[in-house]
């Protein structure tokens, strides 16, 4: 079963390191099935990290620094349910998910028979190692995606959505580049939207309300995900940058990067254990994962998956 996840680290359990086995090269093409709209941002200076005080010490979302990026082109939504299928159908991927046979589901979302509940990790008991959850299943074997084209893909780790990429001619985004894609807008803000998490009492992402874990109020409208064109986009013309599901980026992870940081395309440490993710989920809440905004960084193992993890790529 999986080891607990810190509490300071991230908001989904991870998976012990044992290799899955991964399919022939040759099933990685490049072959313009990648349809989702792209967005652009353009070349230039940002300030990068929390401005506000707001982060986990442990997050190393400080210090604040000055980021030159070149131009670049990112995805307007996380890569979906039918945009995943696609890619399965024409290469025969098979996730790390379906290659161990579990994955982890949120334990008011199961779907499942109780014998696939094959435990939970003692600090975080709310999440469920489920036997047959996967990307098809997303919370367990008695759920399906059918209907759910438009939502974004889940249950898929580091090195699945590298799998994807190379098949689509893609490549995940570094942390620079997503928090300056999420920021569209006047610098230093939270959100992608301003400072405020409501505006005129309506929610801007889809996140926990009520008491985490027990109680979810799904005032935002969504208990679990919502369609990736749920919500308003922000100034780079991006849907939920902020909540839905994570997001893997390209970079390895290190809490204490920032301080040496280059100033030009930091393309994030050279080794580590874990991958960066971004953007929080819709368990993302601020009694717990205050990791909604802008600034907030997160990590996993790169052969991690969950309910609430997905992506977007970038172009090459």
Request: glycine letters at 10%.
């Amino acid at each position: 079963m999986e080891k607990p996840v810190e509490k300071n680290t991230c908001c989904s359990p991870s998976r012990p390191s044992t290799p899955a086995a991964r399919p022939p090269e040759s099933l990685f093409h490049r072959n313009g099935a990648h349809v989702i709209e792209q967005a652009g941002v353009v070349a230039g200076i940002f300030l990068m990290g929390d401005a506000n005080g707001d982060g986990n010490p442990g997050d190393g979302e400080w210090p604040v620094h000055e980021v030159s990026l070149s131009s670049f082109s990112i995805d307007a939504t996380s890569v979906t349910n039918a945009d995943f299928a696609r890619f399965v159908e024409a290469s025969g991927y098979r996730t790390e998910a379906e290659a161990f046979g579990y994955s982890a589901v949120f334990h008011l979302d199961l779907e499942a028979e109780p014998s696939d509940v094959l435990g939970r990790p003692p600090e975080t008991p709310w999440w469920l190692g489920v036997a047959g959850a996967d990307w098809r299943h997303p919370q367990g074997r008695k759920s399906s995606i059918k209907g759910l084209d438009d939502h974004p893909v889940v249950h898929v780790s580091w090195n699945d959505a590298q799998a994807y990429c190379r098949w689509a001619g893609r490549r995940l985004p570094t942390e620079a580049e997503w928090e300056c894609a999420a920021r569209g807008g006047p610098a230093g803000k939270r959100y992608p939207w301003g400072d405020e998490l409501m505006t005129d009492g309506v929610f801007n992402c889809n996140i926990w309300q009520g008491v985490f874990p027990t109680v979810n109020e799904g005032a935002d409208g969504w208990r679990t995900t919502a369609p990736v064109r749920s919500f308003a986009q922000n100034g780079h013309g991006l849907w939920q940058m902020a909540g839905n599901v994570w997001e893997w980026c390209a970079d390895w992870f290190d809490p204490t990067y920032y301080a040496r940081s280059p100033r030009d395309n930091p393309p994030g440490p050279s080794s580590g254990m874990r991958r960066a993710m971004r953007g929080g989920s819709f368990l993302c809440h601020h009694s717990y994962c205050n990791r909604y905004r802008n600034a907030a960084r997160s990590s996993n193992t790169p052969d991690s998956s969950a309910s609430n993890i997905g992506f977007r790529t970038a172009g090459l």
